[in-house]
C-alpha cells in the first residue's frame, strides 16, 4: 500500500527566502505525481504534475523534481513571498488505481 | 487548468436531514470523479470513486448507505449526507481528473463544501 509522507510539517521563512518542501513514496511504481496548494478553509489549487516518465516541472517560481527510484518529489519555491503561506500537498497516483494518494502537507508562512 | 466547481460551500443543517452537494466539470468530461472527507489540519481522506453511469467503489470504512454518490452525467456528481448527524460535521471536497489532452492525468479540485450539523 502507497504511503506518502511529507517534512517538515510546518515551515516558517522570512520573505524572499528560497525553501524547498519535500515529499516520500513507499512504492515506486508510479503513474504521476501533482503538488497542490490549500488555503485554509478553501479547496485544493493544482501548482504542478510530473508524469513518471519526468524528471522535474517548473512554472513561475515553483519547481518540483521527481526521483521514482528513491521514493522522493521535491518543491522548490524562489523568493517567497507572504502570498505564497498556505498548506502544500503532494499526491502520488500509482500504476495500479485511479485514485491519488496525499501526503499530510507542509504548512507554509512566509513572514513579511 | 480545467474548471472543477462545488456547491454548496457552506451547509448547516439539523441533525437527521440529509444534504445534497454536487460537483461539476465545467470545461471537460469527467468519467471519474473522487469525493475526501478533510478533518481540521489535516490531509485528505478519500471516501469514495464516483464512476460515470455505474456504482462508486468506496473506500474501507465508508458508510455506502451513508454516502450516497450518484454520477448520472459526465459533468456531474453529488454527494448525499443522509441522516446526518453532528459527527459527520467536515468539510467535503471533490475532485475530478482529466481525461485527455495537454492536462490528461491532472487532479482538480472543487472549492470545498463545508458542512455543519446541528
Known amino acids: 500500500k502507497q504511503e506518502v509522507t511529507q517534512i517538515p510539517a510546518a515551515l516558517s521563512v522570512p520573505e524572499g527566502e528560497n525553501l524547498v518542501l519535500n515529499c516520500s513514496f513507499t512504492?515506486?511504481?508510479?503513474?504521476?505525481l501533482q503538488w497542490f496548494r490549500q488555503d485554509p478553509g478553501k479547496g485544493l489549487t493544482s501548482l504542478l504534475l510530473i508524469q513518471s516518465s519526468q524528471r522535474e516541472q517548473t512554472s513561475g517560481r515553483l519547481n518540483a523534481s521527481l526521483d521514482k527510484s528513491s521514493g522522493r518529489s521535491t518543491l522548490y519555491i524562489a523568493a517567497s513571498q507572504p502570498g505564497d503561506s498556505a498548506t502544500y500537498l503532494c499526491a502520488v497516483r500509482d500504476n495500479y488505481g485511479q485514485n491519488f494518494v496525499f501526503g499530510p502537507g507542509t504548512r507554509l508562512s512566509v513572514l513579511p | 487548468g480545467a474548471v472543477v466547481s462545488q456547491h454548496p460551500s457552506r451547509v448547516i443543517c439539523k441533525s437527521g436531514t440529509s444534504v445534497k452537494i454536487e460537483c461539476r466539470s465545467l470545461d471537460f468530461q469527467a468519467t471519474t470523479m473522487f469525493w475526501y472527507r478533510q478533518f481540521p489540519k489535516q490531509s485528505l481522506m478519500l471516501m469514495a470513486t464516483s464512476n460515470e453511469g455505474s456504482k462508486a467503489t468506496y473506500e474501507q470504512g465508508v458508510e455506502k448507505d451513508k454516502f450516497l454518490i450518484n454520477h448520472a452525467s459526465l459533468t456531474l456528481s453529488t454527494l448525499t449526507v443522509t441522516s446526518a448527524h453532528p459527527e459527520d460535521s467536515s468539510f467535503y471536497i471533490c475532485?475530478?481528473?482529466?481525461?485527455?489532452?495537454?492536462?490528461?492525468?491532472?487532479?482538480?479540485f472543487g472549492e470545498g463544501s463545508r458542512l455543519t450539523v446541528l
Open positions: 475532485s475530478a481528473r482529466v481525461p485527455g489532452g495537454d492536462l490528461i492525468g491532472e487532479l482538480f
Open positions: 512504492d515506486s511504481a508510479i503513474y504521476n
